[in-house]
């Protein structure tokens, strides 16, 4: 139940799922320039009486300026874990560990190229910021 929640809640933001991958390009769609979203929520997010915040969840964030064929493309952001870390084949009394204690990557120099340039949209830079906050301090 706790992944279909998080979910739900990334899509009460305004992310858009499909196949298993959320997006936000800030509009309530999924056309470029988007983010890029993937989440691991199962045992990731804290429930009461702690605190919850579905930003725990990120397993990556990338933003897609979708120009791949023209050399543009994408920025990784954020990278929680291995590339090919996946909870499901993890025992459930490992995960936590596992994954939040997992390599972090982040990329504050595409963060701020973003940001600084026109590329995005204020609502696309507002959401990357927001999850970007919660990294900060990891």
């Known amino acids: ?8 809640a990334y899509e009460l933001r305004g992310w858009v799922a499909q196949q298993g991958n959320l997006y936000f390009d ?12 993937i989440i691991e929520a199962r045992g990731t997010v804290p429930t009461a009486p702690g605190p919850s915040d579905i930003r725990s969840a990120v397993k990556m964030l990338a933003w897609s300026d979708g120009q791949q064929h023209n050399h543009g493309g994408g920025r990784l952001l954020i990278r929680v874990g291995e590339p090919n870390f996946a909870q499901g ?3 459930f009394n490992l995960q936590n560990e596992a994954f939040l204690f997992a390599n972090m990557e982040t990329r504050p120099q ?5 940001m ?11 959401e990357m910021g ?3 906050s919660y990294f900060q301090g990891r």
Do not use: D, F
């Not at 800030?26 to 979203?37: D, E, I, N, R, V």
């Not at 595409?110 to 973003?114: E, K, R, S, T």
């Open 1 to 8: 139940m706790m992944p279909m929640a998080v979910r739900q």
């Open 26 to 37: 800030g509009h309530g769609g999924t056309a470029h320039p988007h983010l890029h979203l």
């Open 89 to 91: 084949t993890v025992n």
């Open 110 to 114: 595409n963060l701020m190229a973003i």
């Open 116 to 126: 600084s340039g026109n590329q995005s949209n204020q609502n696309i830079n507002e």
């Open 130 to 132: 927001w999850i970007w």
